[in-house]
DNA sequence: CTTATCTTTCAGAAATAATTGAAAGTTTAG
DNA sequence: CTAAACTTTCAATTATTTCTGAAAGATAAG
């Protein structure tokens, strides 16, 4: 397999991948093709490069910086602004998680908060509590434990899956 | 709040939850309202609760039982089928890890091996090669951390999250 | 200031996904 | 067997999301 094919083929497995988790595929896209090139690229490379439209670009690599995914490199004596995203997955990974805790984990958590205020003593309303807690606490093991992910050091994963795997 | 309120903002908090992850709205509503239904639902109780038509709610239901998160009930004397969802939450997300896992992460995973077969030992492959490797390891860790928690009994994740944390 | 280069915006178009409802299919009771 | 009760299917519709491209908005060079 050749190296354009290849890079070809992780792109748009990558851009699948995303759009099963709730990710624009062309954001997925973007990024793929930015963490495997070699060097930062410029909007009109990104459109011929994935044959997408200006707006469609402009619009994904924005939502990529908004993501702390991609950040812009100003090289100098071009007018042109370039792009480039972060190459280690781990801390690629981290940013992610940190992302979707702040937008997608912590909204819901507060909604469970507010719902163990539900009124009544009856066995029905205890039920709801019971769950509602108990989702409310495996959520918070869970953030906390992605926490511990983003802030922590680069080895930290790996020691600590190993750890656990063992 | 009252206890009817408090499931139906449950419901839609997870209908929104669930579609923000790729998953359906109507998959995940069904699943909330079951999980906070203290006994079994028929089809058309169902359909009334959440005011969809017979066909969404006979697929989404099938595809909750494909997940393994609903079971069908029968009701001794009873004609109609009923469903329930499991109320364990550590149990319920379990499930769910195992299929996504299997669903999406598993296919990922082959592509990335059988992108390390690309040729060539120029430096573009060779980063190329470096990047999709460490890809795949993240990955394999993710889902061996995974495994171990689908495997793992009832109580590990809260201990092992506990000890994370620390 | 004017022009050329580049970026952003956004209304409409296109693509995709979800939903409906009626018809066909199944199952069980009588 | 026949009819009633219930479930499944699926073509058509509706809703939602994504994408396009042209126009407007910046910015910097000349």
């Not at 083929?9 to 851009?15: D, K, N, P, R, S």
């Not at 190459?87 to 981290?94: C, H, L, S, Y």
């Not at 606490?137 to 434990?145: C, H, I, L, P, Y």
């Not at 600590?160 to 795997?165: C, D, F, Q």
Request: charged share 35%; no cysteine; hydrophobic share 40%.
């Amino acid at each position: 397999m050749k190296l354009a094919e290849a890079k070809a083929e992780f792109i748009q497995a990558w851009g699948t991948l995303g759009s099963s988790w709730g990710i624009n595929r062309t954001m997925s896209q973007i990024h793929a093709l930015l963490i495997v090139s070699p060097k930062p690229m410029s909007a009109e490379e990104i459109m011929d490069e994935l044959k997408i439209s200006r707006g469609n670009a402009n619009m994904n690599i924005r939502a990529l910086m908004d993501w702390n995914l991609v950040k812009k490199q100003l090289i100098p004596g071009e007018r042109k602004e370039y792009f480039s995203a972060g190459k280690d997955i781990v801390e690629v990974a981290r940013q992610i998680a940190k992302e979707r805790k702040r937008r997608e984990i912590d909204p819901i958590l507060e909604v469970m908060e507010s719902l163990k205020k539900v009124e009544g003593t009856d066995q029905e309303t205890e039920d709801f509590k019971k769950v509602i807690t108990e989702l409310g606490d495996f959520t918070q093991k869970v953030e906390s434990t992605l926490d511990k992910f983003i802030r922590s050091d680069k080895n930290w994963f790996y020691k600590t899956a190993i750890k656990l795997m063992s």
